[in-house]
């Protein structure tokens, strides 16, 4: 039976010494009883907390990080839907690499993923590793083009392999890097596994089926190493699909700990539509890391796209910074505009008002993240709020002009707003953000 918080912490050394992260040991307490934490995180737990607490406070889905800066994070989910509460760490997207591309392909395509970047609504998405195969044969080689590609891409290597000596070799070359060897079998594991150890990567895991898996996965953690990824070995579509469900729902709904990994797909060719939609499956049906069999930036974009969607908490809206933004270059005498930090809200707003053509400040009170009329009915986008925060942030130094513009839904604060900041004129905008640029050029221009 699980434990409560309250339970847990009467375990715990209550002393609140915050080196686990958490500001009380309650509140430790609360995120071991959520699944949201490791009791290894609290360097003071008893033994008789750690026998009683262990395996059942780890999270459902172990967390994996990667990379040097461990910035890049696996794992860690405790629900099957999103819509129950949110999803964690979302699916790592790789590119591969062979090792027997050409030197001018491999260097363009390293620089393309280290370079690459999209934009979206405030968040910046890149390609998170970079796959190298080794067909060559050669384990110098091999070695050398990952140690190239961390050197140029500078992310996380998943080494792919199935020869110990290419991988012994490669892992010694990107050590300290916290990256991927892929993948041991019954047969390597053991071997691999130290190598694993030895330069501080992951080791992904694969067998024939998930009963072999989950045998080979417990063999290897109880020898004490549990930097582990999963590698199903699946042959279509709805095989994976399948297997990925069946993995998780194993290990969140029935704690069954040797499937409880992150894990990773490598998707080895096929028509551009094929590849996009495994990449999909993986992205949706809790893939770990997903590697892409080249680079395509518009693929990126979709897959990206669809990924900030799926692991964007649902409770939680995504919001910009609350403060002045200058749009274009503007002076004291610009117009000034007002909307929420709802981030879809913000960017609409602002590309708006720069397609415009006009230069303007553009005012983001705390609004929560809502949008202007879910602020408006929360009470969180009032004259009165409003004009607080202007005069907190210090605008009326800052610009000369005293008109600021409102959006038209919420015309009703006009007359509130106007006796919130005395010599302020509220002059109310169209309701559409699309209407910005006809409403400048006869209003303001």
């Given at each position: 039976?699980?434990?409560?918080?309250?339970?847990?912490?009467?375990?715990?050394?209550?002393?609140?010494?915050?080196?686990?992260?958490?500001n009380t040991c309650l509140a430790f307490a609360m995120k071991l009883a959520a699944k949201k934490a490791e009791l290894s995180q609290c360097p003071y737990a008893s033994e008789e907390a750690k026998k009683v607490l262990g395996a059942a406070?780890?999270?459902?889905?172990?967390?994996?990080?990667?990379?040097?800066?461990?910035?890049?994070?696996?794992?860690?989910?405790?629900?099957?839907?999103?819509?129950?509460?949110?999803?964690?760490?979302?699916?790592?997207?790789?590119?591969?690499?062979?090792?027997?591309?050409?030197?001018?392909?491999?260097?363009?395509?390293?620089?393309?993923?280290?370079?690459?970047?999209?934009?979206?609504?405030?968040?910046?998405?890149?390609?998170?590793?970079?796959?190298?195969?080794?067909?060559?044969?050669?384990?110098?080689?091999?070695?050398?083009?990952?140690?190239?590609?961390?050197?140029?891409?500078?992310?996380?290597?998943?080494?792919?392999s199935s020869s110990v000596q290419e991988i012994s070799a490669a892992a010694k070359a990107v050590k300290g890097s916290n990256s991927v060897i892929a993948s041991a079998n019954p047969k390597t594991a053991d071997e691999l596994k130290k190598?694993?150890?030895?330069?501080?990567?992951?080791?992904?895991?694969?067998?024939?089926?998930?009963?072999?898996?989950?045998?080979?996965?417990?063999?290897?953690?109880?020898?004490?190493?549990?930097?582990?990824?999963?590698?199903?070995?699946?042959?279509?579509?709805?095989?994976?699909?399948?297997?990925?469900?069946?993995?998780?729902?194993?290990?969140?709904?029935?704690?069954?700990?040797?499937?409880?990994?992150?894990?990773?797909?490598?998707?080895?060719?096929?028509?551009?539509?094929?590849?996009?939609?495994?990449?999909?499956?993986?992205?949706?049906?809790?893939?770990?890391?997903?590697?892409?069999?080249?680079?395509?930036?518009?693929?990126?974009?979709?897959?990206?796209?669809?990924?900030?969607?799926?692991?964007?908490?649902?409770?939680?809206?995504?919001?910009?910074?609350?403060?002045?933004?200058?749009?274009?270059?503007?002076?004291?005498?610009?117009?000034?505009?007002?909307?929420?930090?709802?981030?879809?809200?913000?960017?609409?707003?602002?590309?708006?008002?720069?397609?415009?053509?006009?230069?303007?400040?553009?005012?983001?009170?705390?609004?929560?993240?809502?949008?202007?009329?879910?602020?408006?009915?929360?009470?969180?986008?009032?004259?009165?709020?409003?004009?607080?925060?202007?005069?907190?942030?210090?605008?009326?130094?800052?610009?000369?002009?005293?008109?600021?513009?409102?959006?038209?839904?919420?015309?009703?604060?006009?007359?509130?707003?106007?006796?919130?900041?005395?010599?302020?004129?509220?002059?109310?905008?169209?309701?559409?953000?699309?209407?910005?640029?006809?409403?400048?050029?006869?209003?303001?221009?």
């Amino acid at each position: 039976m699980a434990l409560t918080g309250l339970q847990i912490q009467k375990l715990l050394p209550k002393t609140n010494c915050k080196e686990c992260g958490s500001n009380t040991c309650l509140a430790f307490a609360m995120k071991l009883a959520a699944k949201k934490a490791e009791l290894s995180q609290c360097p003071y737990a008893s033994e008789e907390a750690k026998k009683v607490l262990g395996a059942a406070s780890e999270p459902p889905v172990k967390s994996i990080v990667l990379g040097p800066d461990k910035k890049l994070k696996l794992g860690e989910e405790t629900v099957l839907y999103r819509h129950e509460k949110t999803f964690v760490n979302q699916t790592a997207l790789a590119v591969n690499i062979n090792d027997t591309d050409k030197p001018e392909s491999i260097e363009k395509t390293l620089r393309a993923v280290g370079s690459y970047l999209l934009e979206r609504v405030g968040e910046k998405l890149i390609v998170d590793m970079v796959c190298i195969t080794c067909k060559s044969g050669d384990p110098a080689k091999f070695a050398n083009i990952c140690s190239k590609a961390y050197e140029i891409a500078k992310r996380p290597i998943v080494m792919r392999s199935s020869s110990v000596q290419e991988i012994s070799a490669a892992a010694k070359a990107v050590k300290g890097s916290n990256s991927v060897i892929a993948s041991a079998n019954p047969k390597t594991a053991d071997e691999l596994k130290k190598i694993a150890e030895e330069n501080g990567h992951a080791l992904a895991l694969t067998a024939p089926n998930l009963d072999e898996l989950s045998a080979l996965t417990s063999r290897i953690k109880e020898s004490g190493f549990n930097n582990i990824i999963l590698n199903f070995e699946t042959f279509s579509l709805s095989e994976q699909f399948q297997v990925n469900s069946i993995a998780r729902r194993a290990a969140l709904k029935d704690s069954f700990k040797p499937l409880g990994y992150p894990s990773i797909k490598f998707i080895d060719g096929g028509e551009m539509f094929d590849i996009a939609g495994e990449a999909i499956n993986e992205i949706t049906k809790y893939g770990g890391i997903c590697v892409l069999p080249y680079f395509d930036s518009a693929m990126l974009v979709s897959l990206m796209t669809l990924r900030l969607n799926i692991y964007t908490d649902p409770q939680k809206p995504i919001q910009v910074e609350p403060k002045v933004y200058s749009i274009g270059e503007p002076d004291k005498n610009s117009p000034v505009f007002v909307t929420t930090n709802f981030s879809l809200t913000y960017f609409i707003v602002s590309g708006e008002i720069e397609n415009s053509g006009t230069n303007a400040w553009l005012v983001v009170p705390e609004c929560e993240g809502m949008s202007v009329l879910t602020a408006w009915a929360a009470g969180k986008f009032s004259g009165a709020s409003i004009a607080k925060f202007i005069k907190g942030i210090g605008l009326e130094e800052q610009v000369a002009t005293r008109q600021i513009i409102i959006p038209g839904y919420v015309a009703q604060i006009s007359g509130e707003l106007e006796e919130s900041l005395p010599g302020w004129k509220v002059v109310v905008g169209p309701q559409e953000a699309a209407d910005i640029e006809s409403f400048v050029k006869a209003r303001i221009k």
